[in-house]
């Protein structure tokens, strides 16, 4: 035969919980245990809270430049659900009600973006990596880690998250094929909410999915609603049981919205029709899952005020507590950067300069050193 078809393939994507309530008995059966459920919401508002307080203190100048996790929590949540403490979060830097629910206190993401680099230095015993601010490279760190784990023969997961934009990065490409063709427990989570910054996804990628760019190096690949916690905890965990049993990578395209600009040096208006992000605001991950709490009989007013009067509690507590560190000393600046620290750098740390002495033009080291 001449001409034959030698591959086919179909994207699925998974649905539990739409917006409209309707619930699939089936596939979200002893899913999520109705506690924690409860506690998975609890959590949810509570990063909801914080993210709006983050959003203040930034305009209030009490800290940098700050991405809104508004919209698009359930993504890095129901992976940290579906996923072991021993497994590991390799997130770019909207993935804070993840990042918390696996573990890391929720100063540190202050701590990051107040430019203290504390907030970097991850408690032992924490799975996550730090915030990642370019674009793509922690795929290749989500890569390393999985290799590491497969050599030491322990059954431990990377899951590593990104955004549409970051698939057209060459890091990408390395990673997945890296990853596929030395067969690493890793999970790759494009969190598609149909903005790179001002770029829109259909520019970004002419394929009708992102899923199925995965489809090139060999991998499975699944297309999620990422709104839907219950759909993306199966889809984490079914990705899991693979990475774990086969040693084989996923590819997860998780379709999202951010309801906030890119970050607070962004204005979202510029580029994005309204009628678009209050289409989106009906799809709140965080709407859903009330609702679905209420049409199970598991929660109500009373309960919503208590609980939100404790999320304000902890994250005054969160605030005051990364607002009043302890500030390092600027010798700091200096320490763990070399096992014996150059000459040159010995002078500038004891006169506490940034060059060298009698280095400046027309400078001589006595008058330096006056």
Same mark, same amino acid.
């Given at each position: ?20 309530? +309707?619930f ?37 100048g ?26 590991? &979060? ?16 929720m100063?540190?993401? &202050? ?59 060459g ?22 909410n149909s ?48 990475? +774990? ?7 997860i395209?998780a379709?999202?919205?951010? &309801? ?71 010798s700091?600046?200096?320490a ?16 506490? +300069? ?17």
């Amino acid at each position: 035969m001449p001409v034959e078809t030698v591959f086919e393939t179909t994207i699925k994507r998974v649905s539990i919980l739409d917006e409209h309530g +309707r619930f699939d008995e089936e596939l979200g059966a002893d899913l999520i245990p109705d506690a924690d459920l409860i506690k998975l919401y609890s959590h949810l508002v509570t990063c909801r809270h914080f993210d709006e307080i983050a959003f203040k203190l930034q305009r209030s100048g009490r800290m940098g430049t700050y991405p809104e996790n508004r919209g698009q929590e359930a993504t890095s949540l129901g992976a940290a659900y579906a996923l072991r403490k021993t497994d590991w &979060l390799v997130p770019c830097y909207r993935e804070n009600a993840g990042l918390f629910w696996h573990g890391l206190p929720m100063e540190y993401v &202050l701590l990051h973006w107040m430019g203290d680099e504390r907030g970097n230095e991850i408690p032992s015993g924490v799975n996550v990596t730090p915030l990642a601010i370019p674009i793509g490279t922690q795929m290749l760190h989500a890569a390393g880690l999985a290799w590491s784990h497969k050599y030491r023969g322990d059954d431990a997961v990377a899951c590593t998250f990104f955004g549409d934009g970051a698939t057209s990065e060459g890091d990408f490409h390395e990673a997945m094929n890296f990853s596929a063709n030395l067969d690493l427990p890793v999970i790759f989570f494009c969190q598609n909410n149909s903005w790179a910054i001002s770029v829109p996804t259909r520019i970004q990628c002419s394929a009708p999915t992102i899923a199925q760019r995965g489809v090139g190096y060999g991998m499975e690949c699944i297309q999620v609603d990422g709104n839907d916690l219950f759909a993306v905890v199966k889809v984490v965990r079914d990705a899991a049981e693979r990475a +774990r049993t086969a040693n084989r990578p996923t590819f997860i395209e998780a379709i999202t919205y951010r &309801l906030g600009d890119h970050t607070t040096a962004d204005d979202a208006r510029r580029y994005r029709d309204q009628e678009e992000v209050e289409m989106w605001k009906l799809r709140d991950p965080l709407i859903r899952l009330r609702n679905h709490l209420d049409a199970k009989g598991l929660w109500d007013e009373t309960r919503q005020a208590a609980l939100l009067e404790k999320a304000e509690a902890h994250v005054v507590d969160v605030v005051k507590s990364a607002e009043e560190i302890e500030p390092l000393p600027a010798s700091d600046m200096f320490a763990n950067m070399y096992k014996a620290m150059p000459a040159g750098l010995e002078e500038q740390a004891r006169a506490m +300069r940034t060059c060298s002495l009698g280095r400046f033009p027309g400078e001589t080291a006595d008058r330096a050193a006056t």
